[in-house]
Structures are given as C-alpha cells and as structure tokens.
C-alpha cells in the first residue's frame, strides 16, 4: 500500500503527476519510484503496474547466453502498448506512460469481453493495439486490416509486481476467449535452427518480431525484431523526417545489417534496394503532400462517445506534444458510430519542404 503522503511527495519532487478522466483521479509515475516502474497508476489506494521494459537482443548469438531455460516465443505485434484494469464500476485503458487512453477505454468493450472483469476484478490485460484506426501509429500491423484489434501477451494482479505465469495466462484466454499475440511454443536456447525459421517466417509476412519469455522464476524476457520492421519504421517515421532524431534511423539501419548477418541473406541487392525505397518512395509522398499545402499525418478512429473523441484530442498535446499541432478535421456521427478524422503537423518537416518548393535560399 501507497500512503498518500508518499505520493504527495513524489508529485512535488516531480516524479509523479496527477491526472483525471471523466472525475475520476489518479496518479501516474514519470520515472521509476520504490520499485515501481514508469506508467504504474496509483489512485484510490490500488496500483496498477507500470509495464517494465523489455531488452533488445541485437545478435542471436546471444540467446544461448541470455536465457538459463527453454523460454517461450510469441510474436511482437506492431501496435501500442495498452493496460486494461478494472476501478470502482468502470473499465480503462491506460497507455505505456500511465495516461488513460480515451479511444482504447471508448472501445474496450469492442475488444474483449469485459466479463472477465467481473470475475477477476483484480487483474490488468496487457496487451497491444493495432490496425488502420487507431489514433497513435500511421499504418497498421498484418493481422488487422481493417478497423481496430487488441491482443493479449501479459496478464497482472494490481497491486503486484510480475506476470501470471504462461499456463495461467493461456488458461483465462480460453475461458474468455480473449484474443493473445500469435504464440509459436517452447524453444530450447541452444536450437537457434529452430528459432532462425520462426524469425525468417516473420520477416517475410512483414511481421515486427518475437518476445521470448524465460520458462524461470526470475522470468527474464527479451525482444528480436525483423528486418522487414526495420524497413517499416524507417519508411514511417521518414515521413516526419525532420521531426524525429537522427539516431532513429541510422540505429535502425545498423539494427538491419546486423538482422541480414543474423538470417545469413543471400539477396543483399534486393534488400540495399528496398532500404532506398523505404527512404525515397516515404519522401516523395511527403514532398507531393506539400506541394498540395498539406505535410501532415491523416488519421481517422471511431468512438462510441463523442466526449471521448474531444478528450482524445485533448490528451494527444501530452502524448505527442514534442511533434507539433493536432488539427480537427471533422467529427460526425456514422453508422452507430462517432467518427473522428484530425491531422498531425509535423512542423519542421513541413516547414523545410515548404521553404524549398518556394525556392528559398539555404546556408548549410
């Protein structure tokens, strides 16, 4: 238990911030505090957990060192990372930063059968969204093309620390028909022939990569992503090239040599030729956005609640605030639904492609 006095503390020392959604009120953690992880929410004397993270293993030379037991692979889906928790009567979603999401909350109900809630009042659904209307990420995973999809890879008490085991976790899935991250069994760390398959499968149906969970008490974990993800980053993110860090892109294009030495590629020309086009073809979208006047991001959710649509847009200057201005476009009730349809400026991009289609002069 939290006292409210620690977290009053923790507010003024600026490791923790207050927050509300809808009048209920809560805490979240901004840095790791008394063991608890950035994003873990206190409010109302229970805590929700912040999800840890997870490390990358660069090479799979390193699995064999890494893990002390056969750990179970299951596949990374290219998403947001989301909680669903139970407080009081209602039901929310918080983002991996501890704010309650207001699209996931407005659609949780869409996404998995809240009677588990009223079974296990106490557990917390980790897991990832994805598909083409979501309001955070600019494209979509394979496994969902169309609308919005949520798949379950952890689950946790509130007010513990650690995961449910594996059984006990496929085991509620069952019951509640829950919908889980694709899961491909049991692998010992020494069969990297068998692990290179899974990740080369992967790769080709343009998958973002595995997480690998120690069958162990100490549950040690770690992610590998694929190279085709690698490529999909570098294309989406290059459409804001100027708003992003430089590190991003050359971190990802050392991350993709490393895959090919890893997969022992055999078509280095087809795939020097596809890292071109995940530069060029995203630029030259970009460029013929503004040559229409517009260099924005377009997206478009659909909420039950029109509030939770206009609270979206509030809570997005806070998640994505350092990318610039989020514009309304329209929101309208469609077929039972609200729809929301806003941009995103990203405001050096913008301002340089601007400038140079004008034919403004530039001292480099």
């Known amino acids: 238990m939290v006292s409210e006095s620690e977290i009053g503390a923790a507010v003024a020392e600026k490791k923790a911030k207050r927050e509300s959604f809808g009048g209920w009120e809560y805490v979240r ?3 790791d505090w008394q063991g608890w992880p950035r994003g873990t929410i206190l409010a109302e004397g229970r805590v929700i957990p912040g999800y840890p993270k997870i490390g990358r ?11 002390h037991a056969p750990f179970w692979a299951e596949e990374k889906v290219d998403g947001y990372n989301v909680r669903l928790f139970r407080a ?3 039901l929310y979603a918080a983002t991996r930063g501890g704010l309650i999401c207001p699209f996931t909350t ?10 588990l809630f009223s ?9 990832e969204v994805t598909g083409p209307e979501t309001p955070y990420i600019e494209g979509t995973s394979p496994l969902v093309a169309e609308g919005v999809g949520f798949f379950l890879f952890d689950l946790m008490r509130q007010g513990v620390e650690g995961f449910l085991s594996i059984e006990e976790k496929s085991s509620l899935a069952r019951s509640f028909r829950l919908p889980t991250v694709p899961a491909y069994g049991w692998i010992d760390p020494k069969d990297l ?14 998958r973002e990569g595995v997480v690998l969970k120690e069958n162990s008490p100490r549950s040690f974990r770690v992610k590998y992503v694929t190279g085709s993800a690698e490529l999909a980053d570098i294309a989406s993110m290059t459409q804001r090239y100027l708003d992003v860090p430089p590190e991003y892109f050359t971190e990802r294009v050392l991350r993709l040599a490393l895959f090919l030495e890893d997969m022992e590629a055999t078509d280095r020309e087809g795939w020097s030729r596809r890292l071109g086009e995940a530069f060029l073809t995203a630029l030259r979208e970009r460029i013929g956005s503004a040559r229409r006047g517009q260099c924005v991001g377009s997206f478009r959710c659909r909420f ?3 509030e939770n649509a206009l609270r979206l847009l509030d809570s997005l200057a806070q998640i994505r605030g350092h990318e610039g201005e989020t514009r ?4 309208r009730a469609e077929e039972g639904f609200w729809v929301l349809r806003f941009e995103k400026l990203y405001r050096s991009t913008s301002g340089f492609l601007r400038n140079a289609l004008g034919g403004s002069l530039r001292f480099d």
């Open 88 to 90: 009081g009567d209602s």
């Open 57 to 67: 293993v660069q090479t799979l030379v390193g699995i064999p060192a890494l893990f």
């Open 328 to 331: 309304l476009v329209d929101l």
């Open 106 to 115: 407005d659609r949780l109900a869409d996404l998995i059968d809240p009677a």
């Open 193 to 206: 022939g068998a692990f290179r398959e899974i990740v080369r499968q992967l790769d080709e149906q343009g």
């Open 119 to 127: 079974a296990h009042p106490e557990l917390i659904l980790c897991g």
């Open 29 to 31: 953690l901004l840095h």
């Open 304 to 306: 039950h609640s029109r």
